[in-house]
């Protein structure tokens, strides 16, 4: 009976973790140096573009891209860009995505800022644009120093 009453309160903890890390914006890995977004056909966009990579049978990566299509689809120079995995398995291993969806934050030089995995909400996909904003409004004031 107790080993019962262990393996479900286990079973509870880890549900709760896992539940928490969906979407959940991460600081970025480290991104290697001279990814060619263009070569891999991923038009980046002026200011931010999330790069979603997806597969055909993922219900999770449907949902994420209405989230992130409907935030992008104002012209303020934020951009949605969907990658089969299948289709970008260089990239996939270069840029070490393990799940789908996983949504990379790349600003308008091509550098990730931000990464999310699992099904992202608007408001998590707001809170990975605003890095972008700090991170622009950083990396202006080292340039002014």
Do not use: N, Y
């Not at 060619?36 to 990579?53: E, H, N």
């Not at 049978?57 to 012209?75: E, N, P, Q």
């Amino acid at each position: 009976m107790i080993a019962l009453v262990v393996l479900v309160l286990g079973t509870a903890v880890l549900g709760v973790w896992w539940s928490a890390r969906q979407g959940a914006v991460r600081a970025p890995r480290e991104t290697p140096v001279g990814i060619d977004w263009a070569s891999s056909g991923i038009a980046l966009a002026d200011r931010v573009t999330f790069v979603q990579f997806s597969a055909e049978v993922c219900a999770a990566c449907r949902s994420t891209s209405r989230v992130l299509g409907g935030l992008t689809g104002k012209g303020d120079g934020v951009a949605h860009r969907e990658v089969l995995v299948d289709d970008h398995l260089d990239l996939v291993r270069t840029l070490g995505v393990l799940r789908t969806p996983t949504v990379l934050v790349v600003d308008g030089g091509g550098r990730e800022v931000a990464r999310m995995s699992g099904v992202v909400s608007d408001t998590q996909a707001r809170q990975a644009l605003s890095r972008v904003s700090k991170g622009a409004l950083e990396t202006e004031g080292e340039a002014r120093s």
